[in-house]
């Protein structure tokens, strides 16, 4: 469930676009403004938004907020103003080849999205950049990350909710006998397996390794994977039995201790909103005693806070 709040009356794009222009005239950018139209439309209506911009003034509308913005409030608006593929797309792009490379944010994206969500990240990934995904991930990751990596944005997956009890006991065993009751470990495995099985099945496997072997699928995959690609692991796992609580501790995680991680917070934020930010929020309260809305509220300061808290909804 979305945390977005838009006017009850849906406003014309062509006078949202007339308010951002002048906005943007005279001396300085009036940037609440700009928030408070920005942050209050969905997905559908920021891109008419843009393409009345276009028509009306003859301008890029994400070139000018690049030029008006700065900083990380202009980071989050920017990805903010995309939609969730085209948003996905960008992300990898830059965590797989440019100076601010980061395989962690790869695996987060490729672990966490859907089978036919990622079918179309891949699309407009090749349209945009006319790199193929697989071919960045091929050039920048390697080993058993790569292969897992590689297998989630290219094989296909059920996503319905129907289970088959004794495949799922089947894969269980397959992966008990890949991992813990054996020397070493059989990562080719746990690659198929996690890659190529539902999530719903995936749940069925959690359950029925733990009945049969007491311990926790997690545990297993903690004992015997390491690095990345136990992150990978643990990712898929994580979001089929619930992506709330995944992200909620992926939030968590950008800030806790000293210092916030903005671009991980902005991410999230940003990609979640109109998706299950309202679970994420539950769940973030259930586990850490705290609002999002406070934690957030304590990382961040300026416009750039009242973006992202615009985007939380109201702090309940
Ligand atoms: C922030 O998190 C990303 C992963 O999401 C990581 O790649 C990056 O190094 C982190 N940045 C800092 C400054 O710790």
């Not at 913005?69 to 085209?86: F, I, N, Q, R, Y």
């Not at 319905?160 to 054996?182: H, I, Q, S, T």
Request: charged residues 25%.
């Amino acid at each position: 469930m979305s945390t977005l709040s838009v006017p009850p009356v849906p406003v014309n794009p062509r006078d949202d676009a007339i308010q951002l222009h002048k906005a943007f005239k005279g001396f300085g950018c009036d940037t609440a403004a700009v928030i408070g139209i920005l942050a209050h439309r969905d997905s559908m209506q920021r891109s008419y938004i843009q393409q009345e911009y276009q028509t009306m003034y003859s301008e890029d509308l994400l070139k000018r907020l690049t030029s008006e913005l700065s900083g990380k409030l202009e980071t989050a608006v920017l990805l903010w103003m995309h939609d969730p593929a085209g948003r996905d797309a960008v992300v990898l792009k830059q965590a797989l080849t440019t100076d601010f490379i980061s395989l962690e944010t790869a695996t987060e994206v490729i672990c966490s999205r859907t089978s036919s969500q990622l079918q179309t990240v891949r699309q407009i990934y090749h349209s945009t950049f006319g790199t193929y995904l697989e071919q960045d991930i091929e050039y920048q990751a390697t080993g058993d990350l790569q292969k897992i990596l590689l297998a989630c944005v290219t094989k296909p997956r059920y996503e319905g909710m129907e289970v088959d009890r004794e495949m799922a006991a089947k894969d269980a065993k397959a992966l008990y006998k890949a991992g813990e009751k054996k020397l070493g470990t059989d990562e080719k495995v746990f690659v198929q397996i996690f890659t190529e099985r539902s999530p719903a099945h995936l749940v069925a496997v959690n359950t029925c390794y733990h009945d049969m072997y007491g311990g926790s699928l997690k545990k297993a995959i903690k004992s015997e994977t390491s690095g990345l690609f136990e992150r990978a692991l643990l990712t898929i796992l994580q979001c089929a039995q619930n992506p709330a609580k995944y992200f909620a501790k992926v939030l968590y995680n950008s800030m806790k201790g000293l210092g916030t991680n903005d671009t991980t917070l902005i991410r999230v934020i940003v990609t979640r909103t109109e998706i299950d930010m309202q679970y994420i929020k539950a769940e973030y309260y259930k586990k850490y005693k705290k609002t999002l809305n406070d934690a957030v509220h304590s990382e961040t300061s300026g416009h750039y806070r009242t973006f992202l808290l615009s985007l939380l909804g109201p702090n309940h």
